[in-house]
């Protein structure tokens, strides 16, 4: 059984900074895709930021483009999500999510992960 356990929210001033870190279990962490999802109040779920299998490929929402970083570390079954300069509106439950692909890509869609964290908070606020 697979399983993704999300760690590091928490409450942060506006121009902060958080780690999100998400530690997965039950198979081979290097044939997945990684990514990183929210869902702010009152809205969907969106996509933040993937990396693919090989840590070759990173993709990010225009929204957090130049201030969060993804990454991952095979050796530890872990991937990161690097949060600077944090905002207001970037506040939402933050997922990690795993996606068992044959492919070196870095999907955008839900629909791509078949694996899910529970999520931890992130409140920006003053």
């Known amino acids: 059984q697979v399983q993704l356990v999300e760690s590091g929210g928490g409450l942060v001033q506006p121009g902060g900074s958080l780690r999100l870190s998400c530690v997965v279990s039950?198979?081979?962490?290097?044939?997945?895709?990684m990514g990183w999802f929210r869902r702010a109040p009152g809205k969907e779920r969106e996509f933040v930021a993937a990396i693919s299998r090989s840590a070759g490929s990173t993709a990010y929402a225009d929204s957090v483009k130049g201030r969060f970083t993804i990454s991952r570390d095979n050796a530890k079954n872990s991937v990161y999500l690097q949060m600077n300069s944090l905002k207001p509106e970037d506040t939402a439950v933050y997922y990690c999510?795993?996606?068992?692909?044959?492919?070196?890509?870095?999907?955008?869609?839900?629909?791509?992960?078949?694996?899910w964290g529970q999520g931890t908070q992130v409140t920006v606020s003053l």
């Open positions: 039950g198979r081979t962490f290097s044939s997945y895709a």
């Open positions: 999510a795993a996606d068992a692909t044959i492919w070196d890509a870095t999907p955008r869609s839900e629909g791509s992960y078949e694996y």
